[in-house]
């Protein structure tokens, strides 16, 4: 961004000093016409990456959050299981309340997994 803002300045000045030489001496116009446009071409091609690269940036931002939620419900998923086998492994299952719990966590989290896919 700082680069971008450098040259455009740059490219700013060099409009000024274009019209400035057109008024002083229109014989060399074409000369440094076609250098203008050079530049303005660079510009535009500088330009046109940098949406590029915002928008790989964007993707990768997306896909950063994607993987995290996606980790997080792996996790919790882990966890839930973990939780499930200890529990009906003692002996004594689930009581009636953490069960339905369990079940609305569940439920919940099957609505996220839904959400992320």
Known sequence: RAVSETLQGQLE??????AHLE???PARLCPISGEVQE???AWARLQ????ETR???????????????YLAMISWTEDTRAQIFSE???GHGLPETPCE??????EGK??????LA
């Open 110 to 115: 099957l609505k996220e997994f839904e959400a």
């Open 88 to 90: 009906s492994s003692s």
């Open 13 to 18: 000045e060099l409009e000024r000093a274009s």
């Open 48 to 51: 046109k990456l940098l949406q």
């Open 23 to 25: 008024e002083l001496c």
């Open 39 to 41: 530049t303005l071409r």
């Open 101 to 106: 719990e369990l079940e609305r966590r569940i």
């Open 55 to 69: 928008a790989h940036v964007q993707q990768a931002s997306r896909l950063r959050l994607f993987f995290k939620d």
